[in-house]
């Protein structure tokens, strides 16, 4: 588990609060000490490739992500629910 991790962004899913070039920091301290909320932006693993959304909504331990460009975004809507264990942490600075 890395603590703190730096990540470009290639894509247009979270413009416009993230976008395309932008470098993001994650990390997964806040995870330790708190669970993920709504309105959370988080890093996750995806089929091999990390993915950066927003919490929508937290079911039974299960998130359901969404971009904030909700036109052009593979999130939860495509892929269903994410489990905490693929959440690799919180975007800390973007």
Known sequence: MLLLRKF???GHSME???KYGD???VSSIPYCFFSPKERDIIAFNYKGK???KRI???QNEEFY???DNRND???SRSFGKV???DILGKVIYK
Do not use: M, N, Y
């Open 8 to 10: 470009k962004i290639f």
């Open 23 to 25: 470098f993001v920091l």
């Open 73 to 75: 975004s593979l999130d």
């Open 56 to 58: 929508a909504r937290i």
């Open 50 to 52: 990390v993915l950066i």
């Open 16 to 18: 416009p609060a993230v």
């Open 83 to 85: 489990k905490k264990s």
């Open 65 to 67: 992500l969404e971009g």
